[in-house]
């Protein structure tokens, strides 16, 4: 088995998380790269992917376990020689752990540029933090907001991710409320299991 690491950008970022894995179908057929199949009336290939990002934010840390016996190094030279555009591998790391990634994946570090006068304390003093999520409810996140510093272009926010998500772009659009700015560039950089990356808890 192999866990990879792979990126969203250049426009793959709109790609939705179903037509992902299409894309990833695709890139493993035309590298001729074996992939384990399911059995059953209709067999799919065995691949399993991390938990969805929302459309048109960018990433840098996206994952996928798939059962293949294909040496790491060999599939990410395959990968990328027949990715489209947006789509890279990273890394690859051969398992035998089967990591439940959508399941043990639980904060996710990312770059959001465009907010103005950003004031770190006046978020991590307070013991209170409301987001209206993408279906209009307002939803107490506090806990769920685990580290954020700023950086000369903008701020880097890790923040729960998984089972108990909360959205960059939603958390993105509250400090936007509170503080100003306007177009935002949301990049995911990093996933992690219990605080270490997840290609790092394999190894």
């Known amino acids: 088995m192999l866990v990879i690491r792979y990126s969203k950008t250049d426009g793959a970022e709109y790609i939705s998380h179903l037509d992902t894995l299409r894309h990833l179908q695709k890139i493993l057929k035309r590298a001729k790269i074996k992939v384990e199949y399911s059995k059953g009336y209709n067999p799919h290939m065995l691949i399993y992917m991390s938990a969805p990002l929302g459309v048109g934010i960018k990433s840098m840390a996206e994952y996928a376990l798939i059962e293949t016996d294909c040496d790491a190094q060999e599939f990410i030279t395959l990968f990328n020689k027949f990715a489209p555009s947006g789509f890279e591998c990273i890394t690859a790391v051969n398992t035998l752990k089967k990591v439940n990634l959508q399941a043990d994946m639980n904060s996710a570090e990312y770059f959001i540029g465009g907010v103005n006068n950003f004031d770190v304390d006046k978020i991590l003093s307070s013991d209170t933090f409301k987001v ?47 503080f100003g700015g306007e177009s935002l560039d949301i990049t995911k950089l990093n996933a992690f299991i219990d605080g270490v990356k997840v290609e790092d808890t394999l190894k």
């Open 132 to 178: 209206i999520d993408k279906k209009g409810e307002k939803k107490e996140v506090r806990d769920r907001i685990l580290s954020v510093k700023t950086v000369d272009n903008g701020l880097i926010a890790t923040l729960s991710f998984g089972n108990a998500t909360l959205r960059p772009d939603v958390f993105a659009n509250k400090l936007i409320e509170m």
